[in-house]
């Protein structure tokens, strides 16, 4: 088993009474993550690991007192000290588990519950709404570019990466080696066992097939199953570009609403996340239209049946731009893009940073431009993302793909 980061902060949280729950798509470990969990917090705590993908534990979970009957059962002592562990996988399932949770939190002291279960609407709800203040919310994403390489099991290319501020004489040879695995990373993303795997497209399918019929049925009749799988399509070919609903329902044949319905879905879901703009100046700024990002690149190619290497593809810069949001994203960053009147734009912003995204070797003048015109506008600090290993000067700071670690969480 390969460690994802969460797996320290969950493991940290063990001393914590809230409730840790942990969503994200299907597929990106969560089930393996609460298992490691439990396997090392049994070896020094009474523990109970319940999978609700088995139909005969619904019956042990359906109600508190039927939870705190089975807790007993396998050894929970209301006056013991220290708490009892309690993992929950795939709650999801169950609708009415929430308000348990919520019950077992409220009625006892020393119960210590880890939840997983797939991202959706319904949950998110119901977890903001009924666990506020009693829960910790963690999401699982699909591998970062740094968990990637520790999956990929190259010791020396892993050592490169931490090392890459201070890589010697033999820079472009060394990096032309994480390079390659960087180009793997834009073209099959970070889903596990798409990484561990030598058919990658097969456990596409596998994965999506599953996203459909048991996500998708629960908010969409057969036959707008299938017109949204071509919406699905629409926004795969449109990766990265910014998208107005009405133009995306005409051609799916589908309703305004039924489309903003269904991006809800697939935002919540955590396939796609919609990028708003930035704007202090509704006279100067663009205002309304987002961007839409598949947070995993692998997961967009799929949907357009593109697994061709960056360095024959027109979107390779899409690709490279999807794959700096997505590791942004993953270390908890809210993103915007921003646009003034003049078509000037800057791919990301933070409260105080401008991120402008190349893939290309050689930068030119014009490659600031936007930043540039953000500057005018904003304080900020501004850097430029790319693969190129040239040098530049003026204010703008170049960052390579492979040092993205120096933005903090």
Known sequence: MFARKLY????????????????????????TILKSLFDEISKKHMCLFLDLDILSNYDKVSSYEGLINTLRLNGYDDLQKGFFYLFIDEFQHYSGFVMVLKNLYDHTKNIKVYASGSSSMHIKDQVQESLAGRKILNILLPLDFEEFLVFKQDKDVLEMYSNVRKLNGSLVRQLIRLRRYLDEFLVYGGYPEVVLSNDKKRIFESIFDLFIKKDLIDYLSMDKLLQNKKL????????????????????????????????????????IYELRPFFTNKNKELVKVPKIYFIDNGVRNYFINNFNAPRIRADAGVLFEAFVLSELLKKGFDLRFWQDKNKNEVDFVTKELAIEVKYKDVLKNEDYKGLDAYLKEYKAKSCIISPSVQDIKGRHKKILPYNLKIFRE
């Open 8 to 31: 320290g902060k969950l493991l940290n949280q063990s001393v914590d009474r809230k409730i840790s729950i942990i969503i994200g798509p299907r597929q990106v470990g969560k089930t």
């Open 232 to 271: 699905i399509e629409l926004l795969a070919v449109n990766h990265g570009q910014k998208i107005k609903v009405e133009e995306l329902a005409a051609s799916a044949s589908l309703k305004v609403w039924d489309v903003k319905k269904f991006i809800q879905i697939l935002s919540d879901t955590h396939i």
